[in-house]
């Protein structure tokens, strides 16, 4: 079966940290690109971060440009969102999703229905 799950949710502190995965089963990232988003209750669905393994492109929305990384394993099976500084602001259901043959330069264009796999989501959860 092809699968996303994304992990490491929770709760902390405002100006903490959090280590977010997603981690592939039934394929590897090579010709995909991975996104994170992100939906608060009574909010619009952000999108937070992409990174396109073909072309090295990494993509960061303004708001968490300097706080948040993104990262791959060598075995490509698994992309980190590293999270760092965490704002209340930030709290949300976080979600990763792959698109097939997407290179990050261009996700602003792909509607959610594009995307080829999405994981459940992890909550995060950041008290001020």
Same mark, same amino acid.
């Given at each position: 079966?092809?699968? +996303?799950?994304?992990?490491?949710?929770?709760?902390?502190?405002?100006?903490?940290?959090?280590? +977010?995965? @997603?981690?592939?089963?039934? /394929?590897? /990232?090579?010709?995909?690109?991975?996104?994170? /988003?992100?939906?608060?209750p009574g909010k619009e669905r952000e999108g937070v971060s992409c990174s396109s393994i073909a072309d090295g492109g990494i993509y960061y929305a303004d708001s968490v440009k300097g706080r948040f990384t993104i990262s791959t394993t060598n075995a490509k099976n698994t992309v980190y969102l590293q999270m760092n500084s965490l704002k209340p602001e930030d709290t949300a259901v976080y979600y990763c999703a792959a698109a097939?043959?997407? +290179? @990050?330069?261009?996700?602003?264009?792909?509607?959610?229905?594009e995307y080829d796999y999405w994981g459940q989501g992890t909550l995060v959860t950041v008290s001020s």
């Open positions: 079966d092809v699968q +996303l799950q994304a992990s490491g949710g929770g709760l902390v502190q405002a100006g903490g940290s959090l280590r +977010l995965s @997603c981690a592939a089963s039934g /394929f590897t /990232f090579d010709d995909y690109a991975i996104a994170w /988003f992100r939906q608060a097939r043959y997407m +290179l @990050c330069r261009v996700w602003t264009s792909y509607r959610y229905n």
